[in-house]
């Protein structure tokens, strides 16, 4: 697939997951639609491997990188299905679009990364203060009850740790082989943490809405999209990879609002509106000005 298509595939899949979750889990238990969910993939991620042929090493750095990503996916992927019971899709796609900034954070203190620059310590602010007026407006407004949105802070922030550690382990293999070992690691603690909760199926209530939805995110957000995103990184520039941070939470609110009737109030759209401003502040403030100081010693 052209690299102009697997951007604009990565930027549907993550637009679409987090209704996706919002559906699988409506008539389903959401451990058992998360465990599903990376029950098939592991399947299809085994059969890619052996009709591809590609090699999934798993030597001390591997399972290392592996056990990482799998952490994150645990954790995160969890505390997103239990959060989409109660808070809309497009809010959790707006939260999750703080993951650049929170990856910064966490990079400072385990990477040794620079520390934030004047302009990233203002996009950080506004990405607080635009969060708050959403989360304001999900509790007093809608009624989306506290720990929900508590769920989908600790998803992103565990999503966003995972990110910074796998990029401690000095090793690089094909992002299919990451795909499997990671799912390898997850799948059967999704199955105790489905059976540690009751091991409830009521198969008589899932709707087929609920069984296409877990499909598509088996199949699409957690094999395909993941192949696509990685297509994206080697091929285009770092900062047109950050601009689906951008696209995607516009598009998952906009679909939210259309597909799952999801309430568009005024502080929702302020404060999306700070977040999504923050995060274009943050990947490309700096680099704005440095080219015109640049621009402005060429003309002196």
Known sequence: MPVQGSYLFVILVWSTTPLGIVWSAETMPPTLSVFLRMLIALVLAVITVFTLKIHVPWSKKACLLYFYSAAGIVIGMLLSYLAAQSVPSGVISLVFGLAPIISGLFAQKILSEHAFTPVKIIALLFSILGLFLVCKTQIQQLDVPVEGIIYVLMAVTSFSLSGVMIKTVPITIHPM????????????????????????????????????????????????????????????????????????????????????????????????????????????????????????????
């Not at 302020?270 to 640049?294: A, H, P, V």
Request: hydrophobic share 55%; proline share 2%.
């Open 177 to 300: 082989a990451t795909t499997l070992g990671a799912l390898a690691f997850v799948t059967p603690i999704f199955a105790l943490i489905w059976l540690a909760a009751g091991g409830e199926v009521n198969h008589e209530q899932w709707q087929f809405k609920s069984i296409l939805a877990t499909g598509y995110l088996a199949l699409f957000g957690s094999l395909l999209g993941f192949l696509a995103y990685f297509h994206v990184l080697q091929k285009l520039p770092a900062s047109t990879v950050a601009l689906t941070t951008l696209i995607t939470p516009v598009f998952a609110v906009s679909l939210g609002a259309l597909l799952n009737d999801e309430v568009l109030t005024s502080s929702l759209l302020i404060g999306g509106t700070m977040i999504l401003f923050s995060l274009f502040l943050y990947q490309f403030g700096d680099k704005y000005i440095k080219r015109n100081k640049l621009e402005a010693a060429r003309k002196a």
